[in-house]
């Protein structure tokens, strides 16, 4: 069993199918689409449906293969706590709409759990997710306050 190639892929959480976008990166690979997908669903069940994951394959040259998951990209999640379509036009001098402490640090957290930032301090990962934000046209209010009252807090 010897590699073959890597493929990053894109794929919606618990609802890959066969289909053109899968066949396209595994077809010349001779891996089976079923397979894959069946492992991958199997894999990502317990995350929400359709969300788009980052997957790593490795393919073997006996037509067997591996994966690795990322976390869906920190402008997603972003999008998804903002409940924007998408980020402003002109950031910086528009808001598209906004986004709260809290929803930050958790994103942060999460980001925080992958490999290659694993190593890097939670406050760091805080200050790229900030940024993102920011660059999106994404207002970030502080919302800490409410937290207090509710008996939360960062």
Not at 30 to 53: L, S
Not at 115 to 139: F, N, Q, Y
Request: with cysteine.
């Amino acid at each position: 069993m010897s590699f073959v190639r890597t493929v990053r892929m894109r794929v919606p959480a618990g609802t890959a199918k066969p289909g053109p976008a899968i066949g396209q990166a595994l077809g010349p690979l001779g891996i089976n689409m079923m397979e894959f997908c069946k492992k991958f669903n199997e894999e990502t069940k317990h995350i929400v449906q359709n969300t788009p994951m980052p997957c790593e394959l490795t393919a073997y040259t006996d037509r067997s293969f591996t994966f690795k998951l990322s976390t869906p990209q920190t402008t997603w999640m972003l999008k998804r706590c903002a409940g924007v379509e998408k980020g402003g036009s002109r950031a910086g001098h528009e808001y598209c709409g906004k986004v709260g402490l809290k929803a930050l640090y958790e994103i942060a957290k999460v980001k925080n759990a992958e490999d290659h930032s694993v190593l890097l301090p939670l406050e760091s990962v805080c200050k790229s997710v900030r940024a993102t934000a920011l660059s999106m046209g994404l207002e970030i209010v502080d919302d800490r306050e409410s937290l207090k009252q509710k008996g939360g807090g960062l």
